[in-house]
T-cell receptor, first 109, second 116 residues
């Protein structure tokens, strides 16, 4: 079953702009993770934020988590053409990872 | 990071045949592997969880006799789609975890199955 809903479903921005994606989930979690998928390929882990954390940074990525609202956001700053991909949030609980619906991000050069 | 190899990357088969997909962890021992299915432009749906040496745990709605999973070693899990039908056409992705409590998954590159 799907745990998360992501918003927006698709996002197109100019290179250099920031991209923000949001994720909402339904049940309690141990952590929330973000993954990237290039078309027709497997997923690459980007960042993990634990349920007791509120914000985390990794390079150009910034993730926030609000457990009271059961929501998370992923911010990619200074976007590049190579950031074009689908981005999925995934919640970890009961020893398994359940994915959200994904956001298709297109960076326009 | 850890590498998971999935093979084949693409397979086309006739309806009624069986197809085997392999998932190998190349530089770590994967105590648990997960099999996902993904339809075009949609999310990943967990099909089953396999632990080395034990029977796989299937998600609700997934036919265990249709999708046979074998996790005979700490580096190899296989998914066999038996008597494939066109509706089984999908992108199948495996992922592996290196140990209990390790929350980050490493993914294979996926297998695009097309059943004619």
């Amino acid at each position: 079953s799907q745990q998360g809903e992501e918003d927006p479903q698709a996002l197109s921005i100019q290179e250099g702009e920031n991209a923000t994606m949001n994720c909402s989930y339904k049940t309690s979690i141990n952590n929330l993770q973000w993954y990237r998928q290039n078309s027709g390929r497997g997923l690459v882990h980007l960042i993990l934020i634990r349920s007791n954390e509120r914000e985390k940074h990794s390079g150009r990525l910034r993730v926030t988590l609000d457990t009271s609202k059961k929501s998370s956001s992923l911010l990619i700053t200074a976007s590049r053409a190579a950031d074009t991909a689908s981005y999925f949030c995934a919640t970890y609980g009961n020893e398994k990872l359940t994915f959200g619906t994904g956001t298709r991000l297109t960076i326009i050069p | 990071g850890a590498v998971v190899s999935q093979h084949p990357s693409r397979v086309i088969c006739k309806s009624g045949t069986s197809v085997k997909i392999e998932c190998r962890s190349l530089d770590f021992q994967a105590t648990t592997m997960f099999w996902y299915r993904q339809f075009p432009k949609q999310s990943l749906m967990l099909m089953a969880t396999s632990n080395e040496g034990s029977k796989a745990t299937y998600e609700q709605g997934v036919e265990k006799d249709k999708f046979l999973i074998n996790h005979a070693s700490l580096t190899l899990s296989t998914l066999t789609v038996t008597s494939a039908h066109p509706e089984d056409s999908s992108f199948y992705i495996c992922s592996a975890r290196s140990g209990q409590g390790h929350e980050k998954l490493f993914f294979g590159s996926g297998t695009q199955l097309s059943v004619l």
